[in-house]
């Protein structure tokens, strides 16, 4: 090295005044640990430093081995003692948090990580981005998405090319994962707060700890400062904001909440309550837990007999999946026996059966030990009815496992999952007995949907609202702003289950004002926007260009009545755009189809399925393409096959596709036998089969490499 260079110790001096002696020696320790010879590095560092102890550059050097070689306590240890004598050392900070994470639960090492970042974040943006990364695990395990996804952000500002390209797509996944509800997806902009002047060197540090990602140290000193400024709705908000990212969500819901309170302007308030009570639900005294009862089986066979006889246990068929993981048989638990095939056709709403609980058998293990099965279902009534129910059926061939021999003895160990409380009047699980017809299926499940909307969900005490209902809150000026929040998320509870609620009516039933347009401009930067400021944005009088992008932000986000609307207008509306996209047009088409067909709107959906066939025929698309309209129909059309309709679509496919290509007509075969269903061609005049045109069955469906005298795959499109 040069000698005038700055040493490579990290002490600031010129390599001349400083290590220049050992220099050979750092070089060999150099390659050691490149060649992933921890050991050789370590025996040279402890070689050397016998005479320079307080050399930066080998006792981070022998961290680093000793972290190589898994020695996590050791290189604890020495980076803790180096660190009293130079305890602003970035390597050291960075070195002693990975460390730490080896040894303790993340959630605990969260302390050091943040020192980490504060001393190392600009001298060591690897290290603080591989940190950073291993607290997105350990958020996305405990399901603290707002966190997960801040912390995602600083893995993206600073690690490498291809890695940052990693995580992008994991936050664009995030964005459109529909199990989290859609207000707490997406980037979540902070308010303009502006301190006051004698808090300005309060706010401006922490300022610098929110730029490093020290966000509960940001909160901690923005707290200080709400006690001169407590009635700012933007403060609040900002520590609510602060709090959630920190995966506090507890006392970042309780900071929202004060924020909704002072907000003056409606819309705000009503965005800031939401994000609030979805925190909320989410704590543990406002959560039931599914648990799960583990029983040891003497006889698997005598067993499955007994419950096949049990009038309130329907089998499960076993599906891949299940068979390789060793799966025997499951059985859903019924609230009520199953009634006869005579009485199917009568089932309403009212009687149809509930899914109470679950049982699940495992046979024998090669290891000899015993066959067991898992009775689950949510703690209280359903789980002791589930437990009761399947007692009584095994009698003496079933014991409950001892403790010990169960999977961790630790408290909670028997738990499957948490579920809020207030959405547990909602979540009906509606048994449908296996020769329920299709039709009656679908005209339950709509029912199942109005009634939700239109009847449970308004009068079902909320936590939100004090314990009152949404039609008894409706009258309460004070719980304005919570009734529209918790309105707001009833729309995501839908949205989860993909649904698209209509809103409109029950905002006027709840007397709620309707929500402000938001007018943006050809600038605007719609990632920054939340879903609910998305689908308040006035879109009519939007340029083409603007309206792409936002098209193209809401299938991100896949939030079923945003792309429903969006995706309506652009068909519906914007005709120069289509022409000019007629790629994207078709698609358009088929995911408006799907997303009606989701929400149990088959009219609706049929009708987009057409006008898509019609759209893709005027533009020219080829046979095959024309098919895959067809195929997505009948799919559809399946969901009743007493309907005339579903005949001619089968009589159409097998005359008009099965005669240009014989593969299609093996395949309406295959589908009418798994549908149980007569096959009309086989009554009806057909026209004569054609010819081979040279187009195999490689050309319309999923596994192109697939020939006709190949093994036969039922295929249906999506």
């Known amino acids: 090295m040069d000698s005038y260079a700055l040493c490579p110790c990290g002490s600031g001096k010129k390599v001349k005044f400083c290590c220049q002696a050992i220099l050979p020696e750092m070089g060999k320790i150099e390659r050691l640990q490149q060649n992933n010879q921890p050991r050789m590095a370590l025996q040279l560092v402890d070689k050397l430093l016998k005479d320079h102890q307080d050399n930066a550059w080998l006792n981070n050097q022998r961290a680093m081995a000793l972290i190589g070689d898994e020695r996590y306590e050791e290189a604890r240890d020495g980076l803790v003692a180096f660190l009293r004598k130079n305890p602003d050392h970035p390597l050291s900070n960075g070195l002693l948090a990975l460390s730490m ?10 302390k050091v990580i943040h020192r980490a970042f504060l001393k190392s974040m600009a001298a060591e943006p690897r290290i603080v981005a591989i940190l950073a990364g291993k607290l997105v695990d350990s958020f996305m395990a405990a399901g603290r998405d707002m966190a997960a996804r801040q912390h995602m952000a600083v893995v993206l500002r600073l690690e490498r090319e291809e890695e940052r390209q990693r995580t992008l797509m994991a936050m664009l996944e995030m964005d459109a994962d529909t199990n989290i509800p859609y207000p707490l997806r997406g980037a979540q902009p902070l308010p303009q707060y502006q301190p006051p002047e004698d808090q300005l060197a309060q706010f401006k540090k922490a300022q610098r700890l929110y730029v490093h990602a020290c966000f509960s140290e940001a909160a901690d000193i923005l707290d200080q400062i709400a006690q001169q400024d407590s009635e700012s709705p933007k403060l609040w908000h900002t520590i609510g904001l602060m709090r959630a990212w920190d995966g506090d969500e507890a006392r970042a819901a309780a900071a929202l909440h004060r924020a909704a309170k002072l907000y003056t302007q409606f819309d705000q308030a009503v965005d800031v309550e939401t994000i609030a009570q979805l925190l909320d639900r989410r704590q543990p005294e406002n959560l039931i837990a599914a648990r799960v009862r583990t029983y040891e089986i003497d006889s698997l066979s005598r067993l499955l007999t007994r ?5 309130r246990l329907s089998r499960i068929p076993l599906l891949g999946e299940a068979i390789r993981s060793g799966v025997a ?10 009634p006869p095939e005579s009485e199917l056709s009568t089932l309403t709403v009212a009687t149809v059966p509930r899914t109470i609980g679950q049982v699940t058998l495992f046979d024998r293990q090669e290891d000899g030990s015993p066959a067991v099965a898992h009775v689950n279902g949510l703690e209280g009534d359903r789980l002791n009815e589930s437990v009761r129910i399947f007692e009584a059926a095994a009698g003496e061939l079933a014991k409950p496992q001892p403790a010990e021999k169960q999977e961790g ?55 939100a609202l004090g314990g009152k209902s949404p039609s008894q809150a409706a009258g309460d000026e004070s719980l304005k702003v919570a009734l529209a929040a918790a309105l707001r998320v009833f729309d995501s509870f839908m949205d989860r289950r993909s649904v ?85 047009a078709e698609q358009a088409h088929v995911t408006l189809a799907d997303i009606c067909s989701r929400s149990l709107l088959d009219e609706e959906a049929l009708s987009w399925l057409e006008r898509g066939f019609q759209f893709s025929k005027a533009h020219g698309a080829p046979f095959e393409t024309q098919l895959m309209w067809k195929m997505r129909e009948l799919s559809l059309r399946a969901r009743d096959t007493d309907d005339p309709k579903f005949q001619e679509v ?8 099965g005669a240009k290509l014989p593969a299609v007509r093996a395949r309406l075969d295959e589908f009418v036998q798994a549908l149980g269903i007569e096959a009309p061609w086989n009554k009806a005049i057909l026209t004569p089969q054609a010819g081979g045109v040279g187009i195999g069955v490689g050309a319309w469906s999923a596994d192109t490499a697939q020939t006709s005298t190949s093994e036969k795959k039922l295929w249906l499109p999506d």
Request: hydrophobic share 35%; net charge negative; with cysteine.
């Open 409 to 463: 003895n630790d408290e909670g160990s028997d738990v499957l999952g948490w579920y809020s409380s207030d959405e547990l009047a909602l979540s009906e699980s509606a048994f449908f007995p296996p020769k329920t017809s299709n039709q009656l299926r679908n005209s339950l499940r709509r029912e199942f949907v109005e009634k939700c909307s239109e009847e449970t969900w308004l009068a079902t005490p909320s936590v």
């Open 650 to 657: 089968l009589l159409e496919l097998w005359n008009h596709y």
């Open 101 to 110: 994470t080896e040894l303790e639960p993340v959630a605990q090492c969260k």
């Open 307 to 311: 419950l096949d006889n049990e009038d």
């Open 329 to 338: 048989a499951g059985y859903d638990v019924l609230d009520r026996p199953l």
């Open 500 to 584: 698209i609620l209509n809103k409109e009516p029950l905002r006027t039933q709840l007397n709620l004002p309707e929500a402000s347009p938001i007018v943006p401009a050809e600038e605007t930067d719609l990632n920054t926007l939340a879903v609910a400021q998305l689908e308040r944005l006035e879109t009519s009088k939007l340029s083409d260009k603007l309206f792409e992008r936002l098209m193209q932000r809401a299938l991100v986000v896949k939030h079923c009545g945003l792309g429903y609307r969006l995706l309506s207008e652009f068909l519906n509306q914007r005709p120069q755009l289509v022409e000019q996209q007629t790629q994207e």
